[in-house]
Each structure stands twice: as C-alpha cells, then as structure tokens.
C-alpha cells in the first residue's frame, strides 16, 4: 500500500480523491489509497461502512461522485469509463459474496463463460482451461454438476474458479468466507494465498471475518460509517495495537463499539 502521489501505472489501482454513494446520499468521501502489484488488501469495516460500494465503485458497477479510479494506470472513472473498463475486463475477475452462479448452467459452463465471452479461443482449449480451473479450486469430477446440488463452500470455490478462469492480475472478492464453518473459511484463505503466491495475482478483499484477514492480508483499510471513510490503514499486526476505539473494537471483538455502528446504550 503506498500513498497517491506515485507513479500510478506503477501499481494494480490506485484511488484518488474518491467519493460515492446512492441518490442523494454520500456513502465514502475522499478515499485515497493504491495497492501494488502481487498485495493482498483487505477492506474491513462494520455493517453500512462502505465497504461493498467501494468495491461495486472499484469494479464499474456504480460511477464515482468525485475523485478517480484508476486501474493498471487507466482511469475507468472518466468521460470514457466504459470503453476503458471493457478494454481492461480481461484482466480482473470478480468473486460474488454468494458466487453468484448460473443456476441453469453447470459449474463447468459457469466456469467457461468468461472464456467464451472474453476470448477467442477453441472450445476444446476452452474446455482444458475449464478443467485446470477445477482442479485448481479441489473440484474435480464437480463440472456436470449444477450449483443447486454443490454445498456452500464449494460455491463460493466455484465461483473462484470462473473469476479465474482469464487467469486475471486482478481479483476482487466480496466476502469470500462469509457464510462458511471454521475449516472451509481456512479452505477459502488457502486457495487465495495459493493464487497469489503462484501466480502473483493483486487481491482486493472485502471481509469482517478475523482469521480470514490476520492469515491473507498483507495491507488492510478500514472504513467507518460515521467517518464515511478510512479511519485505519496499515498490516493488521499493527492495526490490532491501534489505541482508535473503533479499530481496537473490531480487532478484539469488543461489544458496543462495533465500527460502523453506535456504542451501546446510544441511539
């Protein structure tokens, strides 16, 4: 994580001066920060702090207010934002909080609907590639199967291997772990850490989830409701001594002083 006033091209995104919300109302304010390539970034904070509309801002789906978003050095936040984006889909994928699969399709036609979709190449290719991405996630002989008949866990493992499936620099989850028992959240944080150190893929992460951001995260931000913003931002060992009340709240699940949310005993 470096500050703005480097050279943006230089690392995986970079937000400058961002502001975004809903209608009339302002959700983050003034958010400013880049990640380098090959870092794991978690973006924590309580209920309502921000933290899924910063990454629907990161990922195009809502437009910024102010400020810039800039990745691989590429503003996606200007008068050309969606011919820049669609230019740039092909290196970012994008991990749903529920995996957000195609209950009509099979896990392997999920899989291969970005190959089809973003590239050329032969469906027998296609096909390989399919099944390098299951074996990848620990589902192998799991292609002919429909999300209805998968467990939770192997959704969202799916739904990791069609954010993959382009072999992307950049990938966004949205509350991998959420949902999931102890030992398949640790499943979770494995295959993340295995794809970023084997392939040096960037990782933004959206989570709440302890374990999950002390074992991946080499850089976390958080935000707060009521600072409509960052209020923290550093490795969670240091973020874990912070003396903030709200950083220490969340650190060490204090009752009553959840970030995002009033204390106890206030309106």
């Known amino acids: 994580m470096v500050a703005t006033n480097s050279s943006p091209e230089k690392h995986a995104v970079c937000i400058e001066g961002l502001s975004v919300g809903y209608g009339e109302k302002v959700i983050l304010r003034d958010l400013n ?3 380098e390539h090959g870092q794991v970034v978690t973006v924590l904070g309580g209920s309502g702090s921000g933290k899924s509309t910063l990454l629907k801002a990161i990922i195009g789906l809502i437009p910024p207010r102010e400020g810039h978003i800039l990745l691989f050095g590429k503003d996606i936040s200007g008068d050309r934002a969606e011919e820049t984006l669609h230019d740039l889909r092909r290196r970012i994928g994008v991990l749903f909080q ?3 699969l195609i209950g009509s399709m099979t896990v392997a036609e999920n899989i291969a609907l970005p190959i089809r979709e973003f590239s050329d190449v032969p469906d027998d290719i296609a096909d390989d590639i399919v099944r390098l991405k299951l074996e990848m996630v620990r589902l192998e002989g799991f292609g002919n199967y ?8 192997m959704k969202k493992r799916a739904g990791l291997a069609r954010a993959v499936a382009l072999d992307p620099q950049i990938l966004f ?14 499943e979770m944080d494995r295959l993340l850490l295995e794809m970023n150190e084997a392939l040096g893929i960037t ?3 959206i989570t709440h989830d302890l374990p999950s951001i002390r074992t991946i995260s080499d850089w976390s ?18 973020l874990e ?10 650190f060490h699940r204090e009752p009553g002083a959840v970030p995002g949310q009033a204390p106890k005993g206030e309106a």
Do not use: H, N, W
Request: glycine share 12%.
């Open 203 to 205: 990782m933004i992460v």
């Open 241 to 250: 001594k912070s003396e903030d009340r709200k950083v220490s709240a969340f």
């Open 146 to 153: 429909y999300p209805s008949e998968l467990s939770g866990g």
């Open 221 to 238: 931000v958080m935000l707060d409701r009521e600072a409509g913003g960052i209020i923290a931002m550093g490795p969670p060992e240091e």
């Open 173 to 186: 989850c949205d509350e991998p772990s959420s949902g999931l028992d102890p030992q398949t959240a640790a």
């Open 33 to 35: 920060f880049c990640v």
């Open 98 to 100: 529920a995996g957000a």
